[in-house]
């Protein structure tokens, strides 16, 4: 059974540019988060979706958006990027709510904005 | 605000040995709780969770305990290999579909 793919494993982007995230869930599972990793402050959630839906945002800024297409698949995007954005970003999927059944995490992109 | 934490950023033991990690919830309300290890360049991995109607659950050479008294929970690991040298986060189920993660513990095996 295949795990949660992200890709790329690693980006490298310029300050001002736009980035898009890939994640595939484990099949079957359809909740799919994404958080983001820093040293400084941890694993911090940026959001949740389940069926297409968006039920949950974590507090980060309008540039952050995601979505979630009919094969649980999802994408992130961060506009206008910032070097505070360099970051590993993670997804979990699960088959049901997160907190209630098992996430599992895929290996993360790792994005570094020079 | 909701918050997860950790007392120990670093621990180090000794192969062999048994190794706890502690962790600080702040939420009396939280039902379910995991503990995640995470390799270096790797995602977090599952290690074992409980629920809040449970005070202690045993997996394969690993043992959370949980105290909701104090709103403690910890992470027991027997036999410490090196294989188990990582970072172990607990994580809370937060409110409306999130996990709340702490800051993290690095476990350092000697050999």
């Known amino acids: 059974k295949a795990g949660v793919t992200q890709t790329p494993r690693y980006l490298i982007k310029t300050r001002g540019q736009q980035v898009t995230l890939s994640c595939s869930p484990i099949?079957?599972?359809?909740?799919v988060s994404w958080y983001q990793q820093t040293p400084g402050q941890g694993l911090q959630f940026l959001f949740e979706y389940f069926s297409e839906t968006q039920r949950n945002k974590g507090n980060f800024p309008g540039r952050f958006s995601g979505r979630q297409f009919s094969n649980s698949r999802s994408e992130m995007n961060v506009s206008t990027l910032e070097l505070g954005d360099s970051a590993l970003y993670l997804c979990?999927?699960?088959?049901?709510?997160?907190?209630?059944?098992?996430?599992?995490f895929g290996q993360g992109t790792r994005l570094t904005v020079v | 605000g909701e918050s997860v934490g950790l007392h120990l950023p670093t621990l180090s033991v000794q192969e062999g040995d048994n190794s706890i990690i502690n962790c600080a919830y702040s939420?009396?309300?939280?039902?379910?709780f995991i503990w995640y290890k995470q390799e270096s360049g790797k995602g977090p991995q599952f290690i074992i969770d409980i629920r809040s109607n449970m005070d202690k659950r045993q997996g394969q050479r690993v043992t959370v305990l949980l105290n909701k008294t104090v709103k403690h929970l910890s992470l027991q690991i027997a036999a410490t290999q090196p294989g188990d040298s990582a970072v172990y986060f607990c994580a809370e189920k937060g409110s409306s579909y999130k996990l709340i993660f702490g800051s993290g513990t690095r476990l350092l095996v000697r050999p």
């Open positions: 979990a999927s699960s088959w049901g709510p997160p907190g209630e059944t098992e996430a599992f």
């Open positions: 939420n009396s309300a939280s039902d379910y």
């Open positions: 099949s079957g599972h359809r909740s």
